[in-house]
């Protein structure tokens, strides 16, 4: 059995990418940024990019693999003693990512858990969710979902163009700021703005559909995740995502608030997947956590992580991550601190096809 404490993560999965960014990651995380193009960690993660697993999965101080140390005691970490159906011993039910996006992403789709089941062989799809830490420059922006139902005829034959324009034209565009919670479900198309920086979970997975991928250095064939863009469409969706649809994914929370509890930093539509609130101590308050596995990213300030009745003790301090194990039990957050814990769902290890 692990020693049951919250694992320090190091910044060892600070990833290269085709984009721009990495500004204001590196800044909370305390490192340098050797690059333009370093704008995305995964966080605890036990997932490797698609066709590249040397990338991706975070490593701890030493060196070894994070997903190791979980599945050599996967019941101490997660409360589960296999994960999800067919996702192995390493399974958190989670993927964390910090994003900072210094120009626009490509349009994309990530597949719903149903499709995933039947072409992919994963239980798990894509759905996402993004909780913006930050932002800058003029009108920081994300686009999700198409603003009217669109003709799958028309869409395939813009894509096929790579009209861009017509894409982003046709799709909701949404200004964001520091406490928005914006939920992107499985089969919508999507793209994150420049200067955006954001928290980012997911169901653990690297599945990706480009519907733009001339704005990367992928190919066409490359963006279909190798079944053919005819099949790959099949998890699309072409219905319009209305304002009514669009208020039930995103919310906002104050970004200075603080109290005794949790805080919500996600809509109500992210709970079969994930969660993710915001844990800032109000004065002498301590923030009370249950237990399970979570991932916690320490955006401001110091505090005091304490279990076993507040008997055990873990500092902590601004730009820190943190891995909590199930094992560690109920614990709770004291001090000015404002901390991100990002959470598989209640529901997890059951993943149902929605």
Not at 21 to 41: F, K, N, T, Y
Not at 166 to 184: A, E, T
Not at 230 to 245: M, Y
């Amino acid at each position: 059995m692990i020693a049951a404490r919250p694992i320090l993560m190091p910044p060892t999965t600070i990833i290269d990418h085709f984009y721009l960014g990495g500004e204001r990651l590196a800044a909370l995380r305390g490192v340098p940024l050797p690059s333009p193009r370093r704008p995305e960690e995964w966080l605890a993660s036990t997932v490797h990019r698609a066709e590249q697993p040397d990338i991706g999965r975070s490593r701890l101080a030493d060196g070894s693999l994070f997903a190791a140390l979980v599945e050599s005691d996967p019941r101490s970490w997660t409360g589960s003693a296999h994960g999800a159906p067919d996702a192995g011993p390493a399974d958190t039910g989670i993927l964390v990512k910090l994003l900072d996006a210094g120009q626009r992403l490509p349009v994309h789709v990530h597949p719903t858990r149903g499709f995933a089941r039947d072409h992919l062989h994963s239980c798990y799809g894509k759905t996402e969710a993004w909780y913006v830490l930050e932002t800058h420059g003029d009108h920081p922006s994300v686009w999700v979902g198409f603003t009217e139902d669109v003709d799958p005829a028309v869409l395939a034959d813009r894509v096929d163009a790579q009209d861009s324009e017509w894409m982003l034209g046709h799709m909701n565009k949404i200004s964001v700021r520091p406490g928005d919670g914006i939920v992107v479900p499985a089969g919508q198309a999507h793209a994150t703005g420049a200067g955006v920086f954001l928290v980012e979970v997911q169901e653990p997975t690297d599945f990706s559909i480009l519907l733009e991928w001339s704005v990367t250095t992928a190919s066409r064939e490359e963006s279909h995740l190798g079944l053919g863009f005819e099949r790959a469409f099949g998890t699309v969706s072409h219905r319009a995502l209305s304002p009514t649809q669009l208020g039930l994914v995103t919310q906002h929370l104050d970004p200075a608030a603080r109290g005794g509890a949790l805080m919500r930093g996600l809509s109500e539509a992210a709970d079969p997947f994930f969660r993710v609130d915001l844990a800032a101590p109000a004065g002498d308050d301590v923030v009370a956590v249950p237990h399970g596995f979570a991932v916690l990213v320490v955006i401001e300030g110091h505090g005091v992580i304490g279990w076993t009745g507040g008997v055990e003790l873990q500092p902590i301090d601004r730009g820190e991550v943190y891995a909590v194990p199930d094992a560690l039990g109920d614990w709770g957050l004291s001090g000015p601190a404002r901390v991100v814990v990002c959470r598989p769902s209640a529901e997890w290890p059951s993943v149902p096809v929605l």
